[in-house]
Structures are given as C-alpha cells and as structure tokens.
C-alpha cells in the first residue's frame, strides 16, 4: 500500500519512518526545498511532558486584551479582520476555563509522556543525534506571585509525575549556578529531571536520511495546489510539480493544514500563533547554563545546541505573517542579557520567526474526516517536537486498521 505524506516538517517525517517500519511505500512532498523549513526550523527544542500545560487558561483572555496596548507582553494579539481567526478564537476563548485548563493539559499530557516514550525508542532504533541534552529541564519563576501560580499549575501534573520537584532560590541556584550571574529577581523554579531537549530541524534532516535508506522518496519544491475527489475518496493531489496519487494520504501542513483541507470541503480548526527565535553562540562556557529551560514570567524558553543556544519567545495571533526584524527582538535580548549576562555572542545572532499551528484545545487532531483515505496528523501548536513520535505512531496503527495504543479523546476532528 503506497501513502503519500503532505508536509516534510517533523510531524510528515516522523510519521514517514514509521509508516515505512510498518511495511507501506511512502512517498513524501513538500513546497520547500529542504525538510524542515517551516515551524520545525527554530522552535524551542522542548521536549517537555512536565510542561504540557493548556494555553487556554481563565487569565488568558484578560492578557490577550491587555496586549492591545500593551505591546511587550509574551501572549499578544494583534487585530484582524480575518473572519477564519474569529471564528477560531471564538473556539479558542471558549477553551479558557478552570475545568478545561485542566482537562486539555491530562490530554497533552498523556500524547507528550507518551510520545516521548515513542521517541526514545526511535532514537534507540536509528542512533540520531540531535544534540540531545538529557539533565532536566528547569521552569523559573521571577516572582512570588508567578511561583505562585506556577505551584498550582504544577498540581494538575504532579500526581502524575513523581519527578517535578519545586525548588526553592538557593535549591535552584545550585542545580544551574549560571544563574547566580542573574541581573534580575528569581524568586523559585520546578525541576523536571525527565524533560529533555535537542535540535528539531536536525532530527528531521537525519531522519529524512534514514527513510530514503528504506526506501522512502522525498518531493520538495513541490507546492500542492488542489485535490481532485472521487466521492468520499481523494484521487489525487495536483502540485506545481504534477499530480500525486496514492492510496492513503496523511496531512502534515501544520498552520497550513486548514487550506490543504479545504480544497476537499473539509474545516480544520487549526490557527497560527507566531513565535520568534534567537541562536546565538556561547561565548563563555561558564556564563551559559548547563540546563535547558524556561523563564515562565516571559516565555522564554532556551535550549542547549551544541556550542549555541537558542532562546524563544511571544505567541502573537497576528495570522500567517512570518516577518521579523531585529527590533522585535529587543525585549529578548534584554531578557536573555538579564539571566546570562555576557555569555553569548549577539553579533552572530540568528533571528527566526515561525507559526505554531494551534487547535482550539491544543491537542493535534488525528483521523479521518468526510475523506476516506486522508488522515490528519497536524495542529500540534507549542508541542509539536514533543510529541512528533507519539502522534506517527498513533498515526500508522489508525492506516493500519489497529488500535492506537493511546486513547483519542479530543484528538479526533468531532472534538477538537
Ligand atoms: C517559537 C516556537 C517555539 C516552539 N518550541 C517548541 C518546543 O520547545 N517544543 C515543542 O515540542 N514544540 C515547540 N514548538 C512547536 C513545534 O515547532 C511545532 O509544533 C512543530 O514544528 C510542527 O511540526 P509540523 O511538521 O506539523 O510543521 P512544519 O514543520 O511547519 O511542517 C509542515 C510542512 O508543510 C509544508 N507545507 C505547507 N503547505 C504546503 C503546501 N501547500 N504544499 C506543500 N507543502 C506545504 C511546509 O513547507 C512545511 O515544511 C515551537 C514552535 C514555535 C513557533
């Protein structure tokens, strides 16, 4: 059986290895020239099941609207007279409850421990390298208040995982003593010694390797312009590069994903909210700290990549622009020079900005639609890196008529 994969990000190609492991011809195409181009290019590199938490918090509105004037704030939006961004936000909104905050992290969480598990044994199979660092991830917090708020936060997860362990300034200073440099209040933090982080875009230019190696073929530049239908099938997929036809089709185009469904009457509440990212050199091993993490008073997360680090920033509703300039990293690098201060090499800055695809939820939505042979494996929006194995797998048990081994609730079209 012969599957064709729409989107070589690290959800179209995880998803390519592990349909190839179970026996199927995969084809693989994308509109840009190399894998991993678009939001698997410079994420966080998280991989954090003790960090699933739902966006959709109660406080969550009050912010959005609060970034309306003013502009530094991480979680920002900005106003558009998009009918599509309305009508999801109105989805999105209504996802901000106490009970739902709640009910939408387990789910995270389940696909996110699950997915790691998926991925360790994906990485033990293929002996990718990815410039995993595997000490833990550390969560700050600059405040008492926000501390505060990150303690209870911590208590829907902690029950479930026996390894987030508060800890107090000095506890934190001595795990990551990088830290006693900082030129700001730190007021406390949550160790999760099983997180973990490593190189998106690196995983998926490797793993593209392996699956050409078992047979897989990779298309890019290669734009899917339509879908022609025969009944509740798809026939084929018209590209610029000419018409692909299989006899399943999995869809991976994250914030992108939406247009790809239309072409078949298909709505997929899926919306991008824009991050940025920065990666710097270190220049002074000793200033840099030893952990990847995050500092939660100002979304920003950083990661460990060999000689560099990366830190990221902001969640913008603000539709599908992915336009920076340096000036909208200021506040990052006055963020970043605040917690390690002279440690890294702003003169060979790479700016980044990139959308991740979210669902009202935040869960991804898998299975089919009104479309008998398309599957969905896309919308995975801040967590896509962590739960990129999870979600393949899950993905070929569904072509494979097997059970997945997680259950689907809320990640399913009907419910997202
Ligand atoms: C700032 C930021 C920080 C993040 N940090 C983390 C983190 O720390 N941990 C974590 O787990 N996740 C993180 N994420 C989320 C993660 O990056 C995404 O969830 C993940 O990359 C989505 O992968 P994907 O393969 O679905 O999307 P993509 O990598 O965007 O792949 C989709 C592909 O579809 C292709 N495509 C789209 N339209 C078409 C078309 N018409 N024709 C052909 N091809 C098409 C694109 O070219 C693209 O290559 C972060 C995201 C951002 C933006």
Redesign the pocket.
């Known amino acids: 059986m012969h599957i064709l994969i ?8 995880t998803t390519a290895y592990e349909l190839l492991k179970a026996g199927y011809k995969v084809t693989v ?4 020239p190399k ?14 099941p003790g960090h699933s938490y739902a966006w959709t918090t109660p406080k969550l509105p009050g912010d959005l609207f609060k970034s309306l004037f003013e502009k530094k704030r991480a979680f920002r939006f900005k106003f558009q007279w998009d009918p599509t961004m309305w009508y999801w936000g109105a989805q999105f909104l209504r996802q901000c409850t106490h009970k739902n905050m709640e009910v939408n992290t387990l789910r995270k969480h389940r696909l996110s421990i699950y997915s790691q598990k998926c991925f360790h044994q994906l990485v033990d199979e293929t002996q990718i390298n990815y410039y995993e660092n595997k000490k833990g991830l550390i969560y700050f917090f600059r405040t008492q208040k926000s501390f505060q708020e990150g303690k209870q936060k911590m208590a829907i997860l902690k029950p479930l995982m026996k390894n987030l362990q508060l800890l107090n300034k000095t506890e934190l200073f001595q795990l990551e003593p990088a830290l006693n440099r900082v030129q700001t209040e730190i007021f406390g933090g949550i160790y999760c010694l099983t997180d973990e ?1 490593g190189s ?1 875009r690196d995983f ?1 230019l490797e793993l593209v390797k392996i699956c050409r190696g078992k047979g897989a073929s990779f298309h890019f530049n ?4 339509n879908i022609e239908k025969l009944q509740c099938n798809i026939k084929k997929v018209i ?1 610029d590069k000419g018409d692909f036809q299989a006899d399943n089709y999995v869809l ?6 939406p ?2 469904a239309k072409m078949v009457g298909e709505y997929l509440p899926i919306y991008p ?5 920065i990666t710097l050199p270190i220049l002074d091993q000793e200033k840099a700290p030893d952990h990847s993490g995050i500092d939660e008073d100002n979304l920003l ?1 950083f ?1 460990l990549l060999g000689n560099k680090i990366r830190f ?3 969640a913008e509703i603000s539709g599908y622009d992915t336009t920076n300039t340096p000036s909208d990293y200021k506040e990052m690098v006055k963020l970043v020079e605040s917690l390690f201060p002279h440690a890294f090499d702003f003169s060979k800055a790479e700016y980044w ?5 979210m669902t009202p939820n935040g869960s991804p939505i898998f299975g089919k639609g009104k479309m008998g042979n398309l599957y969905f ?12 194995a999870g979600s393949a797998k899950i993905t070929s048990h569904l072509i494979s008529g097997q059970k997945p081994e997680l259950d689907l609730e809320g990640m399913t079209l009907t419910a997202s």
């Open positions: 729409l989107g070589a990000g690290v959800i179209g190609v195409i994308d509109r840009q894998p991993a181009l678009e939001t698997s290019f410079g994420n966080a590199g998280l991989i954090a982080s998106c998926t290669t734009t899917i312009e590209t991976a185009c994250a914030s992108f994903s247009f790809i909210v824009k991050g940025y990212s997360a990661s990221t920033s902001v900005a990139g959308l991740r695809p494996n896309t919308g995975h929006g801040h967590l896509g890196w962590t739960m990129c």
